[in-house]
């Protein structure tokens, strides 16, 4: 087990490094480029609204995944006060 908390879908700790790193990488590639004149074209502006999805997408994940490691810590917790591990 790789997290602390007990990742059941075996996921490690290493893995989600990873991943993070590969998305933090991906997406300063999904910058669109600056527009080339006064007023972006439409192409130009579909790009940023394709890379602000993308963004969110990344961002609601990584709320998710926050939500559901504190939902495994307050399990834990109450597994160790049952087992009189901690007050």
């Known amino acids: 087990m790789g997290y602390a908390f007990g990742r059941s879908d075996g996921v490690t700790g290493t ?3 990873a991943a993070v ?3 933090s990488s991906a997406q300063a590639a999904l910058t669109a480029a600056a527009a ?5 074209t439409k192409t ?3 790009k940023v609204v394709a890379d602000a999805v993308a ?7 990584l709320v998710v ?16 006060r049952s087992a ?3 007050a």
């Open 44 to 46: 130009e502006f579909d």
């Open 65 to 80: 995944d926050m939500a559901n490691s504190r939902v495994f810590e307050n399990a834990l917790r109450t597994s160790l």
């Open 21 to 23: 790193a590969q998305t």
């Open 84 to 86: 009189a591990f901690i």
């Open 15 to 17: 893995a989600v490094t």
């Open 55 to 61: 963004a969110r997408t990344v961002v609601n994940q």
């Open 36 to 40: 080339a004149g006064g007023t972006p």
